[in-house]
């Protein structure tokens, strides 16, 4: 006899299309044990051909007063929610965008002690990288302050902070490896915005002074290398 297959490849998948189930929930099939059988198979080759007894395992088990149907339930391992319900990608930096694309899709608002930027959007990783530093009560307009020691390129070595109204994504530490155009944080406040600037140390201290670029403060030119940097990036 051959058992169509496709109604219980939906099953799973529609099951796990819910990122807020956790596989110990487990989802319940009521199988004879043929169809449990051929479920597991199929299972087995919607994730790659991945050895059927390591792609669920038995929780529980109770009859149904039907002739030859069993209810089970069926827990879903990690391996199979990676392969038929993976995360989504964090978007990326474009490698060639113009402008400033290499840190922001927000807007240049022009130099200071860093360079600011207002609007609404995402921040990249300027470089390959290693977090120093993630404080939310920093001191800075808006509160947070994210460092990070590049790893790579022209500036390897050099600290850089970002600052203001960012949020960052949920999985970063301090601590975390960074890749160059990785999403880092959000920008998600025209006010005050985002500063990005080279820093002295892992703490995120800032060159220059707050005066920096202010009528009567000095030239602005740490903010200025700042940005001819980003732009050499997003060329």
């Known amino acids: 006899?051959?058992?169509d297959t496709r109604p219980y490849r939906l099953a799973i998948k529609e099951y796990l299309a819910d990122n807020s189930l956790?596989?110990?929930?487990?989802l319940t099939l009521n199988l004879s044990l043929p169809l449990g059988i051929v479920a597991r198979?199929?299972?087995?080759?919607?994730?790659?051909?991945?050895?059927?007894?390591?792609n669920l395992a038995l929780g529980s088990e109770s009859p149904l007063p039907f002739p030859g149907v069993t209810k089970r339930t069926y827990l879903l391992t990690e391996p199979v929610r990676r392969a038929l319900c993976p995360p989504p990608k964090a978007p990326t930096a474009p490698l060639h965008g113009g402008g400033y694309s290499a840190l922001t899709d927000t807007t240049y608002a022009g130099p200071d002690q860093g360079v600011d930027f207002t609007g609404k959007g995402n921040v990249y990783a300027l470089a390959d990288g290693v977090v120093t530093r993630?404080?939310?009560n920093s001191g800075w307009p808006g509160g947070t302050i994210?460092?990070?020691?590049m790893l790579s390129g022209s500036r390897?070595?050099?600290?850089?902070?970002?600052?203001?109204?960012?949020?960052?994504?949920a999985s970063l530490r301090v601590g975390s490896l960074l890749k160059q155009g990785q999403l880092i944080a959000v920008l998600d406040s025209g006010f005050p915005g985002m500063e990005v600037g080279?820093?002295?140390?892992?703490?995120?201290t800032?060159?220059?002074?707050?005066?920096?670029?202010?009528?009567?403060?000095?030239a602005p030119i740490h903010g200025q290398e700042m940005a001819d940097f980003i732009k050499q990036l997003s060329q």
């Not at 198979?41 to 390591?54: D, I, Q, Y």
């Open 41 to 54: 198979a199929a299972l087995g080759r919607v994730t790659g051909n991945m050895a059927a007894k390591n």
């Open 134 to 136: 993630i404080d939310l």
């Open 22 to 26: 956790a596989p110990a929930k487990g």
């Open 1 to 3: 006899m051959v058992f």
């Open 146 to 149: 994210i460092v990070y020691k």
């Open 156 to 169: 390897k070595g050099q600290y850089v902070y970002a600052a203001e109204a960012l949020k960052p994504v």
């Open 198 to 204: 080279f820093a002295q140390d892992a703490h995120g």
């Open 206 to 218: 800032a060159f220059g002074t707050t005066q920096d670029g202010k009528p009567g403060g000095p």
